[in-house]
């Protein structure tokens, strides 16, 4: 029987035996349910041909339990230009040029579809391959590091499963009444615009600039477990068109960033390799998505996976000049050999998945590549340092006053610079 991952590589031998037959089809869509079951979609003009039924018991034969029966397994649409691109389909392989995939997930996020880059204002997204590495502290104090220098600062929390950052930036006192789980939920019944007023507060922190911020969920969370089982959801309009959570989330942040005029929007992620993470990489159109690393086996590996899907499904190209490693946590004792170590992982990690196989610092057209020591790479990993005083911070608020600039300068001051050169790079733009 065959198993899920040995489904492309079976479906790409059939396709090599009848490559003449898989040729005369013209484009050929492979659909890859829920379930993880194929069938076959292609042009209503080639209903009848008699290699197309052999073609459909060979790859049930060769998949099975991963493909429909044969005689189910093949369907036909009047336009298949049309839908290629309503299903967000992507190539199947480079091999194979008039073959796509479209792999149906639960949620509908699709780490393989990179939405174009915001104009204004600039989006930056602070990830991790797992948590307590100190993300969401470093986005609170870059927020108040931004604000100080007069800036107009959104921070948005997202990772709605784990959520705190309002209790970093807000006292209890001045937080809103919804959030962005309010909003989801009530947008799937055109009930939207009665929280959106409602769902920003303004921190006090700041001196110069402004902090903005859009918690998860309001001062009282309510029912926040069954609202945050409904706001996955698409949202289907009257005239039936559906319309996946992604975009409705995108639509949101384009609302408040109109309402608010922020600078720039600073976006706390759900960690890890799911669909609701990669919302916030792919379909939010980031300038720069801070990839927080520690060095260890979890890290590269998580970072490993992620990139080699997109290598797979085509777009590495897309994302991979709005990446930047960020060192997290960076240990007090043994700091040299420790970055050392860090940015040679990096670097192995990066060159092989994400650079060109050019010549290390050269450009060649659209082609890519970085030297090792080449301290402008995005594998350079811009630091965040280990400090007692802010691991063991439980709240932002009301703190940030007390501490000294100098040591958030000597804990941040990596990642503050790297994140004012990439505003001032969007100003100047």
């Not at 069954?226 to 959801?233: A, Q, T």
Request: negative net charge; hydrophobic residues 40%; contains cysteine.
């Amino acid at each position: 029987m065959t198993t899920f991952d040995e489904i492309l590589p079976k479906l790409t031998e059939i396709f090599e035996r009848r490559r003449e037959n898989i040729r005369e089809l013209g484009h050929i869509v492979v659909n890859r349910d829920l379930n993880g079951r194929i069938c076959l979609v292609m042009s209503e003009a080639h209903r009848g041909k008699e290699y197309i039924e052999r073609l459909a018991e060979e790859i049930h034969d060769g998949l099975q339990p991963h493909a429909f029966p044969a005689e189910r397994l093949v369907l036909f649409e009047e336009d298949i230009e049309r839908f290629i691109e309503k299903e967000r389909a992507f190539p199947f392989s480079d091999d194979i040029e008039n073959v796509f995939i479209v792999d149906r997930l639960a949620l509908e996020g699709d780490w393989g579809e990179i939405a174009t880059e915001t104009t204004k204002p600039p989006r930056i997204v602070f990830y991790s391959m797992k948590g307590g590495v100190g993300r969401s502290t470093a986005l609170a104090v870059t927020a108040w590091s931004l604000a100080e220098r007069g800036h107009r600062v959104m921070a948005l929390d997202l990772d709605l499963e784990s959520p705190g950052l309002s209790t970093s930036l807000l006292p209890k006192d001045r937080r809103p009444s919804f959030g962005v789980t309010d909003w989801l939920v009530e947008d799937l019944v055109d009930n939207g615009d009665a929280v959106l007023d409602s769902m920003v507060a303004t921190s006090d922190l700041s001196r110069n600039g402004e902090i903005l911020v859009m918690p998860a969920h309001g001062a009282d969370p309510g029912e926040y477990v069954s609202k945050l089982g409904r706001i996955w959801m698409p949202k289907v309009t009257r005239d039936g068109e559906r319309e996946p959570w992604f975009r409705r989330l995108d639509r949101l942040s384009k609302a408040l960033e109109e309402k608010w005029k922020p600078d720039v929007v600073l976006i706390d992620s759900r960690a890890g390799i799911d669909e609701v993470a990669s919302t916030c990489l792919t379909d939010l159109g980031a300038s720069l998505v801070l990839l927080f690393a520690v060095d260890g086996d979890q890290t590269w590996s998580g970072y490993r996976i992620l990139f080699q899907h997109w290598k797979r499904v085509g777009v590495v190209r897309q994302v991979r000049e709005q990446l930047q490693l960020v060192g997290a946590m960076i240990p007090e004792t043994g700091t040299l050999d420790y970055l050392q170590g860090l940015r040679e992982r990096a670097w192995d990690l990066f060159s092989e998945e994400l650079y060109d196989e050019i010549p290390p610092g050269n450009s060649e057209g659209d082609l890519w590549s970085f030297d090792l020591a080449d301290e402008t790479a995005p594998h350079w990993p811009w630091r965040v340092n280990w400090h007692r005083g802010f691991a063991a911070l439980r709240s932002m608020h009301g703190r940030l006053h007390e501490i000294d600039v100098t040591m958030v300068t000597a804990v941040f001051g990596d990642l503050l610079e790297g994140v004012v050169s990439t505003i001032d790079k969007e100003d100047a733009s």
